[in-house]
Every structure is written in structure tokens, then in C-alpha cells.
């Protein structure tokens, strides 16, 4: 008497749980941390802004009349800042700071070759004549396909706070030398970027805002530092004593 075969339907049973076992193992063994790639790709993170501050040089309150409230000054007009004349020259000192840290520094506005954010603390007029004078008042519409990296070098700022006659600040006239190094992407020299301005700013609402500039670039090349070898030089064996 011969065995008994297994019928056709447990052998399609058998044959069924075989290919399910298959297709489960090829996909474990297909994930991708499986087969040696490695993460997805994330997008770098976003560029800071250099830290800037300027260096304060001289500052003062210039009477534009002769003062009721202080006896008037024969040897120096330049008086010495107090209360709300401190206070303008402080927030002076603030705007003309924002307006070349955006116009400079700020990576997302050079690469983009945008500096809508630059205007912040300027009048209307002012602001609309600055959009004109992109070439003067920043780092350029192309900056972002010339330079790697810009960068603050040290840069100056002295302010006068013109008083009416009653000893209140009614302008405020910032003194400014800006400089800031760009790195070119290509060629043998960088660039020093170099801004000198005189800016008029007035009190409106709780701010100083710039309501007329006189600026003018002087910017020069600077050649780049040559690669220094990292491999330390040793004495030949002819030069051996």
C-alpha cells in the first residue's frame, strides 16, 4: 500500500506562506538603513549674522541757539550728553548699526541681493532714495554670486544731537566710516568694503529714523593670504653639519 500523497490544496497552503516569508524578508532586507544609505539629506542651517558694533568716537549736544536753560559756552560748543540728548544718541547709534549690519552683513539679504530690511529706520523719502543708491548704500544686487562670506572690520561712528532753544534734541548728525571684508568666491583678492556717511535723523514716534545721507564707497581690493603648507620643513642631508 503506498503513502498518501498531500493534497493540492495544502500543497498551494505551503507554496502560499513560502512567498509571504520571501516577500516579508526581501523587504526587511531592502529598508534602506539595511543596505548602507544614509540619512536623507537636510538642508544646511541658515547663515548667522556677524556680531557688529561700531566704536563710539566723540559725541556731544550743539546748541542751534543760544540756550535759556544753560549759560552760554565760549570755549566749546560741543556740549556734554545728558537725558533725552543721551537718549538720541543712543538711538541713533542703534539705526545707523541695523542699517549696515542688513545692508552688509546679513547673509540672507546679500545672497539674495534684497535689503528691503535695510530701510527699517529710514523716512519714506530717504528710504526710496536709498533703493536707488543700492550700489553705494550696500554690498550689491550680485553680492551673493561674488563672495563666500562678509565679514565687519573695525568701523567708527560719532554723533552731534542739535539742540533747539529750549535744550531739547530736535537732529541728530551721525559721522560714520564702515569697513567689512568680502571674501571673493574666485580670483586672487578680496574685497574691503568701505562706507563713509553723514547721516540726519529725526524723532518720529519713539524712533530716530535717517531722513537724509550723504554716503560715498571707497572699496579696494585686498589680496588674498597665500595657503601656508602644513608640512613642516626639514633640513636637508647636505646642509647637515
Not at 546748541?63 to 545728558?82: A, E, G, W
Request: charged share 20%; proline share 9%.
Amino acid at each position: 500500500m503506498s503513502p498518501a500523497r498531500p493534497s493540492a490544496r495544502s500543497s498551494l497552503i505551503a507554496v502560499s506562506i513560502v512567498l509571504v516569508a520571501a516577500v516579508a524578508f526581501g523587504a526587511w532586507v531592502l529598508r534602506p538603513e539595511t543596505q548602507g544609505v544614509g540619512p536623507v539629506a537636510q538642508p544646511p542651517p541658515p547663515e548667522h549674522t556677524p556680531r557688529f558694533a561700531f566704536a563710539v568716537g566723540r559725541t556731544g549736544a550743539l546748541p542751534t541757539t543760544q540756550l535759556r536753560i544753560r549759560k552760554p559756552v565760549h570755549y566749546d560748543p560741543l556740549l556734554r550728553l545728558r537725558g533725552p540728548s543721551r537718549a538720541a544718541s543712543r538711538h541713533t547709534i542703534a539705526s545707523i548699526t541695523r542699517l549696515y549690519r542688513e545692508a552688509f552683513l546679513d547673509p540672507a539679504n546679500w545672497r539674495a541681493g534684497a535689503y528691503d530690511s535695510a530701510w527699517h529706520d529710514l523716512a519714506s523719502a530717504a528710504g526710496r532714495q536709498a533703493r536707488r543708491d543700492l550700489r553705494v548704500m550696500t554690498a550689491g544686487a550680485a553680492a551673493g554670486e561674488a563672495y563666500l562670506s562678509i565679514s565687519p572690520r573695525p568701523s567708527t561712528i560719532r554723533t552731534t544731537v542739535l539742540l533747539d532753544r529750549n535744550g531739547a534734541p530736535a537732529f541728530v548728525m551721525a559721522t560714520v566710516h564702515f569697513r567689512a571684508l568680502g571674501r571673493a568666491l574666485a580670483g586672487t583678492s578680496n574685497t574691503m568694503f568701505e562706507s563713509v556717511g553723514t547721516f540726519s535723523l529725526e524723532h518720529a514716534g519713539r524712533r530716530w529714523v535717517v531722513v537724509s545721507y550723504d554716503v560715498r564707497r571707497s572699496d579696494h581690493r585686498v589680496e588674498k593670504p597665500l595657503p601656508t603648507s602644513s608640512v613642516a620643513a626639514t633640513p636637508s642631508a647636505e646642509s647637515t653639519p
